[in-house]
Nanobody, 125 residues
């Protein structure tokens, strides 16, 4: 019912910035909470950030807090992740996800109903 497509990944030097976008289709997207997760090769998928349906509540993992900003534009059916001061350990495939019934500050991947295919972020030292 909802399709998500990530973009904006690429190769960047440490200290640089990237803005990831997640474009969604589906009439109900604006009512869904969305989150960003990432997965490095050979590692478990980990939570990055989440934002509620209105954009009024955000929550970040400790690893990106203070240097990342999640936002959304419901008129464009798009959610963003601005990442600054990138580090080599940020290298991963970044996934956008949407949840119909999120809980407060939900970091659990199992809470999300729809997932994109991911966009690669590579940070060189």
């Amino acid at each position: 019912q909802v399709q998500l497509v990530e973009s904006g990944g690429g190769l960047v030097q440490a200290g640089g910035s990237l803005r990831l976008s997640c474009a969604a289709s589906g009439r109900s997207f604006s009512t869904y909470a969305t989150g960003w997760f990432r997965q490095a090769p050979g590692k478990e998928r980990e939570f990055v950030a989440t934002i509620n349906w209105s954009g009024g509540r955000t929550y970040y993992s400790d690893s990106v807090k203070g240097r990342s900003t999640i936002s959304r534009d419901n008129a464009k059916n798009t959610v963003y992740l601005q990442m600054n001061s990138l580090k080599p350990e940020d290298t991963a495939v970044y996934y956008c996800a949407a949840a119909k019934t999120p809980r407060n500050n939900d970091y659990r991947a199992t809470s999300y109903d729809y997932w994109g295919q991911g966009t690669q972020v590579t940070v060189s030292s």
